[in-house]
C-alpha cells in the first residue's frame, strides 16, 4: 500500500538552501536532492528509482522519501510539468516537461567519494552499452479523480515510458521494457546508500 504523503515542514537552512523532510533543495544550483539505495545490481529494469512500496522489483534505487515531497520541491524551484494530457505516445517525440541531469553520489567501502550521472548506471540492451542522450524530463506524474499517482504507485524515475511517474527518459527505445539493464559496474554493491541530484537545466526566463 502507497504510504501517505507526510506534511513535512520547509525549514531554511541558509540563503537559498531548504530542508523538506529529507529532500535538500537549493535554488542557486537548482537542485534537489534525497536519499535513496541500491536496489538491483543485475536483473532487468524499468525505473532508476522508486520508493519502497513501488515496483522495487524493476528498479535499479529504492528510496524512503515521498514523490509527493520530490514534486512540492520541484515545483520550489520552478519547474514546469508538461502533465499527462500531452504525454506522446508516438516515442519519437519527445515528452513535455523540464528538462534536468541526474547525478548519483556515494562513499566506497574505503570511504572515497564516488559519482555517476543516472545514464551511466543504466545499459541500453539494444545498443550493448550505457543508456546515451537519455534527455531526462521532469513531467510531473498527475492527478486522477483527486489521487496523486506518482505518490500512489511509488514511480520517481522511469526508463520506459510512465506518464505516472515524476520523471521519465525521452531518448530512444523508451517504448520498449525489456531494454534496461543495471551497469553493475558503474555501481555500487546492492544496499549502498546514495544522494539522487536532480538539476534543472534550462534556466526561467528573466522578469520584464
Known sequence: MAASATN???RELGPGLFQLGD?????????????????LTESPVE??????????HESILRTEVPPYQ????????GAKPGGVEAFPEDPAKPIPGEPLTITLHWK??????????????VK?????????????TYNGSHL????????????IISLYADPVALINQ???????????????????????LVEVVLQLTARPAAAP
Do not use: C
Open 8 to 10: 513535512a515542514p520547509l
Open 23 to 39: 529532500i535538500r533543495l537549493d535554488k542557486k544550483e537548482r537542485t534537489v536532492s534525497f536519499p535513496a539505495v541500491v536496489n
Open 47 to 56: 525505473y532508476l528509482v522508486v520508493t519502497t512500496y513501488g515496483k522495487i
Open 70 to 77: 520530490i514534486h512540492l520541491a520541484m515545483l520550489l524551484l
Open 108 to 121: 566506497s567501502s574505503e570511504g572515497e567519494s564516488r559519482h555517476a550521472t543516472g545514464e551511466a548506471v
Open 124 to 136: 541500453d540492451v539494444a545498443n550493448q552499452k550505457p543508456l546515451a542522450d537519455p534527455r531526462w
Open 144 to 155: 486522477f479523480q483527486g489521487t496523486f499517482l506518482a505518490q500512489q504507485e511509488g514511480s
Open 170 to 192: 525521452s531518448g530512444p527505445h523508451r517504448d520498449n521494457d525489456d531494454n534496461w539493464l543495471p551497469l553493475a559496474t558503474s555501481l555500487p554493491p546492492e544496499e549502498t
